[in-house]
C-alpha cells in the first residue's frame, strides 16, 4: 500500500519529471472526464446509429481553431459524452481530410486511436488531454487540406453500390486492379452487407500488400479497425471508403505495383509449413532472424523467416525479432524514417492477430520481416548499436525516483538514458512506472503525431513481447525518441489549462 501510494505523489509531481510548474495535476478535468470503463464497452447499442454524431462533426469542422479546446470542454461539461467526442473527431478527420498521401496532414486520423489508447491507461485527471491535443492536431490539418485544394469525402454513387452477394468479389476484384471508382462502390457494399470481421477481412489482404507511403497503409487499416471498435461499426462505412482510397494511392508512380516484396511473399507463404502456427518458443530463432534483418534483402530476410517456421519455431519469436529489429533501426538512427519501422511493424502485428485467414496471417508476418531491410536500405543508420546486446547502468537514485533519473538523462545522452533503464528494471524496478512517466512526457510535453503514435506502438509491442527477456530492451529503445525532463513544455498544454480553468470557473 504504501508503494502504490509513493507511486501515486511520484506520477503527480511534476518537478520529479522536469514538467512546468504549472503542468502538475488537472482535477478541473478529472470532474468533467466521462471515459469510465462503462462508457467505453462496446455494448449491444454500439450498432445503432446516433444521431447526435452529426452535431458533433459540425461544431468541430467550424469552430476556430482558438477556441476549439474552449468549446469542446465546454460540450464535455454540459453532458457530451467521451465516445461521442472521440466519434466526431475521428469522423471529422475522415470526412475532411485527404488521405493521400496517408501521412502529413492525415495524421490527424492516423493517431486518434493512439491518442485514445494512451488516454485510458492515464489518471482521471489526465485522461482527457490526449483528445485535446488531437483536437487541435485536426483543426491544423483541416486548415492544410483546405489550402491543398479543400477536399471532402463525397457521397456514394448509390446506383453502383453491389449488393451483398457480389460486394466481397467486386472489393477485391477493384483492389486488386487498383479501380479508385470501383472499390470505394464496392467497400460501401461491403460494410452494408456483411459483418464487421467479414468486411475487415478483405481490407486486412491489401493493407498488407504495400509499403508505400512508409507503411502507412497498414497503419491506416488498423487504426480503423481499432477506433471503429471503440465508437461503433456504425460509422464504418465512411470511414472504409475512406480507407480503400487511400490504401490504393500511388504516390505520383505511375505503375500500379505494390513496393516492396509482396509479390514474394506470395509465394514464400505458400512454403510455409500447414502447422505452422504450433511451433514452440525459439529464442535462437529470434536472434538469428535479427541477424539476417540486419544484413539481408527483403526477400532474403523473408525467405529466412518462412525457414525459421518450417523448422519448428513459433511465430511469436519471429515477430519479437521483428519488433527488436525496427527499434535497432530507430536506435540507430533516430528520425521519422525509422520510427515507422516500429508503428508499421506494429500495425502488421496487429492485422496478424486480427485476421482469421491463414494466407493473410502468413503475409502480415513475411511482410513485417520483409519489410524492415526497405527502412534499412532507405536510413542507411550510422551507429553499431546493438539491441539485444544493451549493457545495463544501474541508475545513481533509489526506488521510484530512479525513474525521473532516466528521463533527466535523455537530453544530454539516450543511450545512457537507454542503458539506465535496462539497470532500473535489472534490479527490479517497475516497467509500468516508466511508461507512465513517459506517458506523462508525450502528454506534457509532445509535439507532434508521431509522439503519440510511436508511444502507443512501441509500448503495446513491448508488453506483447513472447519472451519476457526482451522487454528491457524494448522498454530502453523507446528513449531514443521519448521527450526527456529537458523538452520544453508544450505550448499547447498551457492553452488547455488556460481553457479549462475558463469553462470551469
Same mark, same amino acid.
Given at each position: 500500500?504504501?508503494?502504490?501510494?509513493?507511486?501515486?505523489?511520484?506520477?503527480?509531481?511534476?518537478?520529479?519529471?522536469?514538467?512546468?510548474?504549472?503542468?502538475?495535476?488537472?482535477?478541473?478535468?478529472?470532474?468533467?472526464?466521462?471515459?469510465?470503463?462503462?462508457?467505453?464497452?462496446?455494448?449491444?447499442?454500439?450498432?445503432?446509429?446516433?444521431?447526435?454524431?452529426?452535431?458533433?462533426?459540425?461544431?468541430?469542422?467550424?469552430?476556430?481553431?482558438?477556441?476549439?479546446?474552449?468549446?469542446?470542454?465546454?460540450?464535455?461539461?454540459?453532458?457530451?459524452?467521451?465516445?461521442?467526442?472521440?466519434?466526431?473527431?475521428?469522423?471529422?478527420?475522415?470526412?475532411?481530410?485527404?488521405?493521400?498521401?496517408?501521412?502529413?496532414?492525415? @495524421? #490527424?486520423?492516423? %493517431?486518434?486511436? &493512439?491518442?485514445?489508447?494512451?488516454?485510458?491507461?492515464? !489518471?482521471? /485527471?489526465? $485522461?482527457?488531454? *490526449?483528445?485535446?491535443?488531437?483536437?487541435?492536431?485536426?483543426?491544423?490539418?483541416?486548415?492544410?487540406?483546405?489550402?491543398?485544394?479543400?477536399?471532402?469525402?463525397?457521397?456514394?454513387?448509390?446506383?453502383?453500390?453491389?449488393?451483398?452477394?457480389?460486394?466481397?468479389?467486386?472489393?477485391?476484384?477493384?483492389?486488386?486492379?487498383?479501380?479508385?471508382?470501383?472499390?470505394?462502390?464496392?467497400?460501401?457494399?461491403?460494410?452494408?452487407?456483411?459483418?464487421?470481421?467479414?468486411?475487415?477481412?478483405?481490407?486486412?489482404?491489401?493493407?498488407?500488400?504495400?509499403?508505400?507511403?512508409?507503411?502507412?497503409?497498414?497503419?491506416?487499416?488498423?487504426?480503423?479497425?481499432?477506433?471503429?471498435?471503440?465508437?461503433?461499426?456504425? @460509422? #464504418?462505412?465512411? %470511414?472504409?471508403? &475512406?480507407?480503400?482510397?487511400?490504401?490504393?494511392?500511388? !504516390?505520383? /508512380?505511375? $505503375?500500379?505495383? *505494390?513496393?516492396?516484396?509482396?509479390?514474394?511473399?506470395?509465394?514464400?507463404?505458400?512454403?510455409?509449413?500447414?502447422?505452422?502456427?504450433?511451433?514452440?518458443?525459439?529464442?535462437?530463432?529470434?536472434?538469428?532472424?535479427?541477424?539476417?534483418?540486419?544484413?539481408?534483402?527483403?526477400?532474403?530476410?523473408?525467405?529466412?523467416?518462412?525457414?525459421?517456421?518450417?523448422?519448428?519455431?513459433?511465430?511469436?519469436?519471429?515477430?519479437?525479432?521483428?519488433?527488436?529489429?525496427?527499434?535497432?533501426?530507430?536506435?540507430?538512427?533516430?528520425?521519422?524514417?525509422?520510427?515507422?519501422?516500429?508503428?508499421?511493424?506494429?500495425?502488421?502485428?496487429?492485422?496478424?492477430?486480427?485476421?482469421?485467414?491463414?494466407?493473410?496471417?502468413?503475409? #502480415?508476418?513475411?511482410?513485417?520481416?520483409?519489410?524492415?531491410?526497405?527502412?534499412?536500405?532507405?536510413?542507411?543508420?550510422?551507429?553499431?548499436?546493438?539491441?539485444?546486446?544493451?549493457?545495463?547502468?544501474?541508475?545513481?537514485?533509489?526506488?521510484?525516483?530512479?525513474?525521473?533519473?532516466?528521463?533527466?538523462?535523455?537530453?544530454?545522452?539516450?543511450?545512457?538514458?537507454?542503458?539506465?533503464?535496462?539497470?532500473?528494471?535489472?534490479?527490479?524496478?517497475?516497467?509500468?512506472?516508466?511508461?507512465?512517466?513517459?506517458?506523462?512526457?508525450?502528454?506534457?510535453?509532445?509535439?507532434?503525431?508521431?509522439?503519440?503514435?510511436?508511444?502507443?506502438?512501441?509500448?503495446?509491442?513491448?508488453?506483447?513481447?513472447?519472451?519476457?527477456?526482451?522487454?528491457?530492451?524494448?522498454?530502453?529503445?523507446?528513449?531514443?525518441?521519448?521527450?526527456?525532463?529537458?523538452?520544453?513544455?508544450?505550448?499547447?498544454?498551457?492553452?488547455?489549462?488556460?481553457?479549462?480553468?475558463?469553462?470551469?470557473?
Amino acid at each position: 500500500m504504501a508503494g502504490n501510494l509513493r507511486r501515486r505523489r511520484f506520477l503527480q509531481s511534476a518537478s520529479a519529471l522536469g514538467l512546468g510548474a504549472g503542468l502538475g495535476g488537472w482535477p478541473g478535468l478529472g470532474r468533467i472526464t466521462p471515459a469510465s470503463a462503462a462508457d467505453l464497452a462496446v455494448g449491444p447499442d454500439s450498432v445503432r446509429f446516433r444521431p447526435e454524431i452529426e452535431p458533433v462533426v459540425r461544431w468541430i469542422e467550424e469552430t476556430p481553431r482558438d477556441r476549439a479546446m474552449e468549446v469542446a470542454i465546454a460540450h464535455l461539461k454540459g453532458g457530451l459524452s467521451y465516445r461521442d467526442l472521440l466519434s466526431g473527431l475521428f469522423l471529422a478527420g475522415i470526412r475532411n481530410v485527404k488521405p493521400r498521401p496517408v501521412g502529413f496532414k492525415f @495524421h #490527424a486520423v492516423l %493517431v486518434i486511436n &493512439s491518442a485514445h489508447l494512451l488516454g485510458q491507461t492515464a !489518471g482521471e /485527471d489526465e $485522461r482527457l488531454l *490526449p483528445l485535446l491535443w488531437a483536437l487541435d492536431n485536426f483543426k491544423g490539418s483541416q486548415a492544410q487540406d483546405v489550402k491543398e485544394g479543400d477536399w471532402t469525402l463525397g457521397k456514394v454513387d448509390e446506383g453502383k453500390v453491389p449488393g451483398p452477394t457480389s460486394a466481397k468479389a467486386a472489393f477485391v476484384k477493384a483492389m486488386e486492379a487498383w479501380d479508385v471508382d470501383a472499390a470505394d462502390v464496392a467497400a460501401a457494399g461491403l460494410c452494408r452487407g456483411g459483418g464487421a470481421a467479414e468486411t475487415m477481412e478483405a481490407f486486412w489482404r491489401f493493407a498488407v500488400r504495400d509499403q508505400r507511403d512508409i507503411g502507412h497503409k497498414a497503419i491506416f487499416a488498423a487504426q480503423c479497425w481499432r477506433t471503429l471498435q471503440a465508437i461503433g461499426w456504425q @460509422h #464504418a462505412e465512411p %470511414v472504409l471508403r &475512406s480507407l480503400a482510397f487511400g490504401m490504393l494511392d500511388l !504516390g505520383g /508512380d505511375r $505503375r500500379p505495383v *505494390p513496393v516492396g516484396p509482396y509479390d514474394a511473399n506470395l509465394e514464400q507463404a505458400k512454403k510455409i509449413r500447414d502447422d505452422w502456427q504450433g511451433g514452440k518458443p525459439d529464442p535462437a530463432a529470434t536472434v538469428a532472424l535479427l541477424e539476417v534483418i540486419r544484413q539481408a534483402t527483403p526477400e532474403g530476410a523473408s525467405a529466412e523467416a518462412v525457414r525459421l517456421l518450417n523448422g519448428g519455431a513459433s511465430p511469436d519469436s519471429l515477430w519479437d525479432a521483428v519488433v527488436l529489429g525496427g527499434n535497432e533501426l530507430l536506435m540507430r538512427s533516430p528520425g521519422i524514417l525509422s520510427l515507422h519501422a516500429v508503428t508499421a511493424a506494429n500495425a502488421l502485428h496487429f492485422i496478424y492477430g486480427a485476421s482469421g485467414d491463414d494466407t493473410t496471417r502468413r503475409l #502480415a508476418l513475411l511482410q513485417a520481416v520483409g519489410w524492415l531491410p526497405l527502412y534499412r536500405a532507405r536510413n542507411q543508420p550510422a551507429g553499431a548499436i546493438r539491441v539485444d546486446a544493451i549493457e545495463g547502468h544501474a541508475p545513481d537514485s533509489a526506488g521510484d525516483e530512479a525513474v525521473a533519473e532516466l528521463f533527466a538523462s535523455i537530453p544530454k545522452d539516450r543511450a545512457e538514458a537507454a542503458r539506465k533503464t535496462v539497470g532500473y528494471l535489472a534490479r527490479g524496478g517497475s516497467s509500468d512506472l516508466v511508461f507512465a512517466a513517459a506517458r506523462r512526457m508525450i502528454f506534457h510535453k509532445g509535439t507532434n503525431a508521431h509522439d503519440y503514435k510511436y508511444g502507443a506502438a512501441a509500448w503495446e509491442e513491448c508488453q506483447l513481447a513472447a519472451d519476457p527477456k526482451w522487454r528491457p530492451a524494448l522498454a530502453a529503445a523507446m528513449m531514443f525518441n521519448l521527450p526527456g525532463a529537458g523538452t520544453k513544455d508544450s505550448p499547447l498544454m498551457e492553452r488547455a489549462r488556460e481553457a479549462v480553468a475558463k469553462v470551469m470557473g
